[in-house]
């Protein structure tokens, strides 16, 4: 509770008051006061007349001055919070490595996948970052054709590191060819988010208390979805939301898979991966509780239509209950896992990190610098964004985010989530998942149709 | 002094050499050999012969591609020359005021396309969009449009349509070619309007016909940024066109040789459609000749 100011407010008042005191602007007195009113943390308010700044208060370590030169560091970030966050987190490593200079190559309002073809351009053209921030994708793209630095070496002879605090999702999902390419951010899972006055005027059951109890399953999902649809045409409200770029989940919910952890096995041809993608295909086909959701346009998307009531519950990743939680004022807004299906209590997960380029000239500046990112201390700052990977951390932000109970369903399937593995030739599997989707989704074909010519596509590439 | 002359013609040319060696002819050799390799951009290329060209033969969405752009170009080469030809009809005539509906015609085709296919998300959007409307004031059914794999296509090329600006300029300056004298012989022979259109319009304006053809086919077959911005060449793979396919394999799969290789069979395609429409040309494209 002590720390939530300075957590909630990255560039507001906590800090802004710790830099007018090193600056001499106020007394001791009147920032004791100020900070009291404040409830700034004891630790922080230590820091802070010890003479460090607010964000070395934050990472709490020890200032570093053996490793020296310059490195720069590209990442997408978001506008406004994230790019708050972002450049906190390198003004607190500046702070305590004050002998690295880093030079920050920021892409504000890009998303991950432009970000990478920069990334990549540079990296071709003999200009590659020192460190970057990437996808699970991108890493496995880069680190498989030798552009990235493996860490196994690092990661198992620094101590500081403590690798067995990231859960076992995070601790795979930059694992390419048995070589670890990038340290996890944060690690996003997907959820239900609902309307829950909604559920109490249809008379319906809570879905949070049905996931706690363990009885959120299909048929409670279904049953709910159909009971909140309701009219037609334009002013039609649907019970439940969804989108085709995150309909890999169902495959995982029906315990299916894309492919094997082998790399050489298709499996989503087998009943448990087709059968998850026909459920959510007869949501809309069938059942008529969704929408299309080939058929989102940026002016009417998901959230939108969730935001504003026309549709009861939607499937989304965590990345998004800060903003719901603040934005939504016309109704009760809470959350719940996802449907209970064969596979259990999982989804699939999003997850960024931070990696080195293999040409960096300085390879020590560059991993202290995304160790910090991937320390407690950077996590911590991060969390007003980004869902944490280091089991302590996720504590830690259970405990202290004013956002907890929104994201405890999704912190709790974290231990159980899954991906597609990565590879060499993982976007050419994603683009056949993709583009084979649409004709299911449409009601053209059955989903097991559909999978067997994409599984045939997919056996294709494996061979080439 | 002829020689200093043609010194300082090479030297005022030689930027644009320098330059047309660097920046186009350069890379097109360095594509030519790239397509011969295995090429990632990320590590060295690697000697493959004529793999790559082998791999298009098995390659489905080689053939779904080459399939989509060839429907996709029939279709808004046809729009493209109904509508450029008919608006510079329309905006041939002597009024008043013309000048201002010429200008209204040429406008959009200067907008950039990304703003221009904003707009026509819009229109075409199912629930709300400006499209459905006008059906349903029909008393038609509405549409999925770009949703709609039997329609997306033609969805797309129907916002080609936009574009008709420059080819009107283009037709415009061909009809205001064509001798009044023609025409006033014709009247006075007794043609009407539609017997003048075809024997004396089209044969005059059909070398205007002729390019704006060529080069309708050329960028049709390029089609790249409105299946980019608009579709991601969904639903499914009914707006994968061939341009898109090539950016595909080169920046999403890492295949720059593979890549390549479908450049120069474009390249192929094209310059093979462009032979056989100057072949074909003399049946039906009358050039005037000069009475000297």
Known sequence: ?464 | MRRRDTLWGYIFLGPFILGFFMWHAGPLMMSLYHSFTEYDLLTSEKWIGLGNYQRMLSDKLFWVSLKNTAIYTMMSVGLYMFFSLGGALLLNANLRGITFFRLVFYLPSQLPLVASAFIFLWIFEPTFGVANYLLQLLGLEPQQWLFDPNLAKPTLAIMGIWGIGTGIIIFLAGLQSVPESLYDAAKVDGAGILRQFWHITLPMVSPVIFFNLIISIIQSFQVFDLAYIMTDGGPGTETLFYVLYIFRNGFEFFRMGYASALAWILFIIILVLTYLNFRLSGRWVHYEVSSE
């Open chain 1, 1 to 464: 509770m002590s720390s939530k100011k300075l957590f909630e407010d990255p560039r507001g008042e906590a800090y802004r008051l710790g830099d007018r005191f090193q600056q001499g602007d106020i007394s001791r007195r009147c920032f004791l006061r100020r900070a009291a009113a404040l409830s700034l943390s004891a630790p922080a308010v230590s820091a802070i007349l010890a003479g460090t700044s607010p964000a070395v208060a934050l990472a709490q370590g020890k200032v570093n001055t053996d490793v020296t030169g310059g490195i720069r560091v590209i990442s997408n970030t978001g506008a406004g919070a994230e790019s708050v966050a972002w450049n906190e987190r390198i003004d607190a490593f500046q702070a305590l490595y004050p002998n690295v200079k880093v030079a920050r190559d920021e892409k504000v309002g890009e998303t991950f996948y432009k970000t990478a073809d920069t990334v990549l351009l540079q990296i071709a053209g003999g200009n590659a970052p020192d460190t970057m921030r990437v996808g699970n994708f991108s890493a496995a793209q880069l680190g498989a054709r030798g552009a990235l630095m493996p860490l196994d070496e690092l990661i198992a002879s620094d101590p500081d590191v403590n690798w067995d605090d990231f859960y076992s999702g995070a601790q795979n999902a930059f694992k390419v060819d048995g070589k670890i390419f990038a340290l996890p951010e944060n690690g996003e899972s997907y959820g239900i988010n609902y309307n829950r006055s909604a559920f109490k005027n249809a008379g319906l059951p809570d879905p949070r208390e049905q996931w706690d109890s363990g009885e959120w399953t299909y048929e409670a999902f279904l049953e709910a979805a159909k009971t909140l649809t309701k009219g037609k045409g334009i002013n039609k409200k649907f019970g439940f939301l969804h989108e085709v770029w995150n309909s890999e989940n169902w495959i995982f919910f029906n315990g299916g898979k894309v492919l094997d952890e082998d790399l050489k096995t298709v499996l989503i041809d087998q009943p448990a991966a087709y059968e998850g993608l026909q459920f959510a295909a007869d949501l809309t086909n069938i059942h008529s509780v969704a929408p299309n959701p080939l058929q989102y346009t940026a002016e009417r998307g998901p959230i939108a239509q969730f935001q504003d009531g026309t549709g009861s519950m939607y499937m989304l990743g965590g990345w998004y209950i800060a903003n719901f939680k603040n934005d939504i004022k016309n109704f009760e807004y809470m959350t719940a896992g996802a449907p209970i299906g064969p596979g259990g209590k999982t989804s699939k997960l999003e997850i960024s990190g931070y990696a080195i380029s293999s040409d960096t000239p300085n390879p020590e500046a560059s991993w202290e610098f995304i160790k910090f990112i991937a320390s407690p201390a950077g996590q911590k700052i991060w969390s007003v964004v980004g869902t944490p990977t280091r089991r302590s951390s996720l504590k830690d932000f259970i405990d202290t985010s004013p956002y907890a109970l929104w994201f405890e369903p999704f912190v709790e399937v974290l231990e159980n989530v899954q991906h597609t593995p990565f590879f060499k030739k993982s976007a050419e599997i994603n683009r056949i998942l993709s583009d084979g989707q649409a004709s299911i989704f449409l009601g053209q074909q059955s989903a097991k149709k559909a999978t067997a010519a994409m599984a045939d596509d997919m056996r294709a590439v494996l061979r080439s």
